[in-house]
């Protein structure tokens, strides 16, 4: 079965600075996607990235990337240039393409926003 | 705005109730999904269906039962629900067979007294 798993619970980074969200992941199956999702206070979880497990370069997103080292089976988030509305809870979720189409998401971790 | 709306986003029921979540999505999605999240636990998958058929029960309580009528609509029938039911309910959507991302309402927050 796949795994995810996000160690820092919480995290605090200065408006303006660069943040870097840890996501490790398990599965023996070669074939997979892993997603981030944004969910502020109220409650809805919005789509921030996407990385596939064949894509051959890392994901961006505007201000946001996906740093995907395959062998180590971590796909971190990069937010830079925080800002105040990037507080709020981040999780890490993977898909196995062969399996269904259900997502398993990681614990959060939770990012405020120093001004 | 995702284009999955759930309904209500607050219910606070008694043990004894019986009140059903409503989620309606008009993506052209025809994968739909029930997620619980409590209070310090990750997300958890409760159903999923494809094309309106149930293809998975995470061993929920059968005080939850789900109802897929069409591909836009997913409802969650509650009763007799216990206070640790008490948590987010997401409704979530996506399209089968593609890479695409899963798109999710904004939840219906449940208070079971």
């Known amino acids: 079965a796949q795994k995810i798993t996000q160690t820092q619970p919480g995290m605090f980074v200065q408006e303006k600075e660069a943040v870097t969200l840890d996501c490790t992941y398990d599965?023996?199956?070669?074939?997979?996607?892993l997603f981030w999702y944004k969910q502020p206070s109220s409650g809805e979880m919005i789509f921030l990235i996407y990385?596939?497990?064949?894509?051959?370069q890392n994901a961006t997103e505007g201000r946001y990337s996906l740093n995907f080292q395959k062998a180590r089976k971590s796909a971190n988030l990069v937010i830079s240039a925080s800002q105040l509305g990037d507080s709020a809870m981040y999780f890490c979720?993977?898909?196995?393409?062969?399996?269904?189409?259900?997502?398993?998401f990681g614990g959060g971790t939770r990012l405020m926003v120093k001004p | 705005e995702t284009g999955v709306t759930q309904t209500p986003r607050h219910l606070v029921m008694g043990m004894t109730n019986k009140k059903s979540l409503k989620c309606e999505q008009h993506?052209?999605?025809?994968?739909m999904y029930w997620y619980k999240q409590s209070a310090k636990k990750p997300l958890e998958l409760m159903f999923v269906?494809?094309?309106?058929?149930?293809?998975e029960n995470n061993s929920v309580p059968s005080r939850f039962s789900p109802e897929c009528p069409n591909s836009s609509h997913l409802f969650l029938h509650l009763h007799t629900l216990q206070p640790e039911d008490s948590a987010l309910y997401l409704c979530?959507?996506?399209?089968?067979?593609?890479?695409?991302?899963?798109?999710f309402g904004q939840g219906t927050r449940l208070t079971v007294v």
């Open positions: 979530a959507s996506s399209q089968p067979g593609t890479a695409s991302e899963a798109f």
């Open positions: 599965t023996s199956d070669p074939s997979y996607g």
């Open positions: 990385q596939g497990s064949y894509d051959q």
């Open positions: 979720a993977m898909r196995l393409n062969n399996a269904g189409n259900m997502l398993t």
């Open positions: 993506l052209g999605h025809n994968a």
């Open positions: 269906y494809n094309f309106k058929e149930q293809t």
